[in-house]
């Protein structure tokens, strides 16, 4: 009979070799490890999920994010301009974020044309000024088309989680630009597009 003291030492040795041992662990591990590694050490770093009409951070590629509230993970960000000069008024830029998890949205309008007065020695000038104002609107569904499926996503506050099945999807998306469209409060919809760039980082993401 075998003295359970002697047998600790024998099993706990052999599970050691297990989880260091290459030729023991599966090859499909090994490349998570350095997936894992790459993207920890070799990525642009951004410090915020957050978005915003003035975010400064790499367009349509892979980053890693460096959240103080939400944690660390990588993702993407996007950037459409919708209606000419980015600055006109009227005009519309649509941001988004694509993580692992959950996909975000914000769309911002450009308006703000003042015009004002002023009195000197009794008597009225005209002034034109340019005032720039940048509002946000809010994102209640977000629709996708990748190849022939639709995805219809309900979200809130312009946030929308990410399924199994849609994260096939995007991963294997043709490598192209793709449309989406965004419901705001209310009813409007925007029509926009995912850049090419965009598409091809989610590779890295899903």
Do not use: H
Request: hydrophobic share 40%; net charge positive; charged share 20%.
């Amino acid at each position: 009979m075998m003295n359970l003291p002697q047998t600790i030492p024998v099993l706990l040795l052999g599970t050691s070799l297990a989880v260091l041992s290459p030729q023991v662990c599966p090859a499909l591990t090994i490349q998570e490890v350095a997936s894992l590694a790459q993207a920890s050490s070799d990525l642009p770093v951004v410090k915020s999920a957050g978005l915003s009409p003035d975010i400064n951070v790499p367009w349509s590629k892979t980053v890693r994010i460096v959240d103080p509230f939400e944690g660390e993970f990588i993702g993407v960000f996007d950037r459409n301009s919708l209606g000419g000069y980015l600055y006109r008024e009227g005009s519309k830029q649509v941001l988004s974020l694509w993580t692992p998890s959950s996909i975000r949205v914000l769309v911002t309008v450009n308006s703000g044309e003042a015009r004002s007065s002023f009195y000197t020695a009794g008597r009225v000038y005209p002034r034109l000024d340019f005032i720039r104002f940048v509002t946000t609107k809010k994102v209640d569904k977000l629709l996708l088309k990748v190849r022939e499926k639709v995805f219809q996503l309900d979200g809130s506050t312009g946030t929308f989680a990410v399924s199994q099945e849609l994260a096939t999807a995007l991963k294997n998306a043709p490598d192209e630009n793709l449309n989406i469209r965004l419901v705001l409060e209310g009813g409007q919809t925007v029509d926009s597009e995912i850049g090419k760039g965009t598409v091809k980082a989610w590779r890295n993401i899903y």
